[in-house]
């Protein structure tokens, strides 16, 4: 077998030249970009140790965002225990009472359901998928999420309701419903 490196004259003949070890920013980025696409389904012990790839819209989720240049987004989200336990939070556009289907499309049981009693897990709310885009959407609008933006929560609703999956960008891998609310999960604080 042929060498086709090129030596440099001080290496001899074979050696394996050295490789300057990783910075731990560099091997943090080794690790997320070796995940790909379909790594991109994590459980998570600390949402602000990977808040710099969660806080990301779906697509930049899957993209990893390694650009260290991001902006700074709001990324303090709540669940959907806190947003039943405290209604006096809610923005002021979104009432408790209001009904599920007038902001989120549906035909089936959970569109006559108010929006508060979605809060609370529904039998045909197999994945608590619905449960998961409520919070989200008061988190949008509350401002506690900025890189997601209210027609975008509706979007995923929308194709989740219609196709049983969400897809986050075209060419990704479908989200099935536990995997979009373990995402929506970890916009939350």
Not at 83 to 103: G, M, R
Not at 135 to 148: D, E, H, K, P
Not at 157 to 164: K, P
């Amino acid at each position: 077998m042929v060498d086709h490196e090129q030596q440099d004259g001080n290496e001899a003949p074979g050696a394996v030249p050295a490789i300057a070890p990783l910075t731990a920013r560099g091997a943090s980025r080794r690790r997320i970009a070796g995940l790909g696409v379909s790594g991109v389904v994590m459980t998570v012990a600390s949402n602000h140790a990977m808040a710099s790839l969660v806080c990301k819209s779906p697509s930049g989720a899957l993209s990893g965002n390694l650009n260290s240049h991001t902006p700074n987004v709001s990324c303090s989200g709540v669940s959907p225990g806190y947003w039943k336990n405290h209604p006096h939070s809610w923005p002021a556009e979104v009432q408790t009472s209001d009904l599920f289907s007038p902001l989120f499309s549906c035909s089936n049981a959970l569109s006559v359901m108010s929006l508060m009693t979605i809060l609370t897990p529904q039998k045909i709310d197999t994945n608590k998928v619905a449960m998961h885009i409520i919070a989200t959407y008061l988190n949008v609008c509350s401002g506690r999420i900025s890189f997601l933006t209210r027609q975008s929560v509706k979007a995923m609703w929308s194709q989740y309701n219609s196709t049983g999956f969400y897809k986050p960008t075209d060419g990704a891998a479908p989200w099935n419903g536990a995997q979009l609310v373990i995402y929506l999960q970890s916009t939350q604080s």
